[in-house]
């Protein structure tokens, strides 16, 4: 009994994370920004030679399961990670609820977005400046959100991971230098905008800590004013830790984003192995408020 209480309790806290932002002030629509990192969510098959050999490609039936949290979710535009091209996408956001944006680049794990269909949005070019030369890291996938009120700039990444907290300057770890590279590109994007005058939210896996007076951040804060919802937050996801899934808002959009409306879907099945079959990410959903 107390067992299946504890699942019940779960189960209500998956679906409490999956809700809808609150309803925006008068005037207001309201729109729901997620990030969710997917973990090799490949159609290729085990022993592919573009997958490291230790890599376990989802089958038809995990995929299918992911493709029901992403309902729940019920996100407006999510923000991907690790994602092998349009129809591995397709596969957990169906084409007739979702238009999918990947980048261009050549490798398995790629960024994009999935947008809601009814929203209209303008690809830009992808951000190949987080694609260091010799790296093969991730481009970014940049997007513009449209409505008749105005437009919101968007920045789907996937940064580089190794360098979770420790010093940028760090050169034992050779992640870290890397990783202050991206954030050197990062800081141009969003000086660009805030030049432009452009509303915009920068989404994804950063592989950062972003707590405690980081540098990372703080360096970020430099190009522009920002606002972090998972700033000061631990994540509930897989037992719980700091986040290294943030949304980011900066210009207009830090007055657009609805206070408490910070969100982790967490997945009802809890042994190892689906956390394998699943994603060793949860999905992360902020609330925002556009303004006619």
Known sequence: MRRNRMRRALLAFALLAAGLARPGPAGAAELKLSTWN???????????????????PKL??????????????????????????????????????????????????????????????????????????????????????????????????????????????????????????????LQGWVAQ????GEPFALMGDFNRWMDGGDAFYAALQQAAPLLRPTEGRSSPCWGGGGFIDHIIAGGAARGWVQADTLRVLVYRETDEAAQTRLSDHCPVSVGFALPD
């Not at 905008?193 to 432009?196: F, I, L, S, T």
């Open 38 to 56: 997917l973990e090799w969510l490949t159609l290729r098959p085990a022993g592919d030679p573009a997958l490291p050999a230790d890599v376990r």
């Open 60 to 185: 038809p039936a995990d995929r299918a399961l992911l493709r029901h949290y992403a309902a729940l979710l019920a996100a407006d535009v999510v923000a991907l990670q690790e994602v092998d091209g349009t129809e591995a996408a397709a596969t957990v956001f169906p084409p007739d609820r979702y238009a999918l944006h990947l980048t261009g680049d050549a490798v398995v794990q790629r960024v994009g977005f999935a947008v809601r269909r009814g929203l209209a949005f303008t690809p830009n070019p992808d951000f190949t400046a987080l694609d260091l030369p010799g790296s093969q890291l991730r481009s970014g996938a940049d997007i513009t959100l449209h409505w008749p009120g105005g437009r919101l700039r968007l920045l789907s990444v996937h940064l580089k991971q190794g360098c979770r907290q420790d010093k940028l300057t760090d050169r034992v770890r050779a992640a870290c230098p890397l990783l202050r590279a991206q954030l050197a590109a």
């Open 193 to 196: 905008r805030r030049a432009d």
